[in-house]
């Protein structure tokens, strides 16, 4: 599946968890990744990642997310630009 920009894609990929404040050493959990599920406008793609946007308007962009390519699992293609499937 080739993807263009301006697809709207489903984005699977493995997060970071962050624990805050004090844990007793017993209470911390086995080191997991979140698996995250991201939907959004594909903006710009390169060897090192993806950027996905939320929304759009035109040439504008918001909730704009930065995803790194060693964190991507999978992309499926939802719609293309035109808003084909």
Known sequence: ???K???IVLVEWVDSVEITGWQM???IAKPQPY???S???LVKRGKEGIIVAGSSAKDQYCGIM???RRSITSI???R???GTK
Do not use: A
Request: glycine content about 12%; cysteine-free.
């Open 1 to 3: 599946m080739k993807l």
């Open 66 to 68: 930065i995803i790194p």
């Open 76 to 78: 499926k293609k939802l």
């Open 39 to 41: 939907i959004g406008r």
């Open 80 to 82: 293309t630009k035109g």
């Open 5 to 7: 920009i301006g697809d």
């Open 35 to 37: 698996e995250t599920e």
């Open 25 to 27: 050493m017993n209470e």
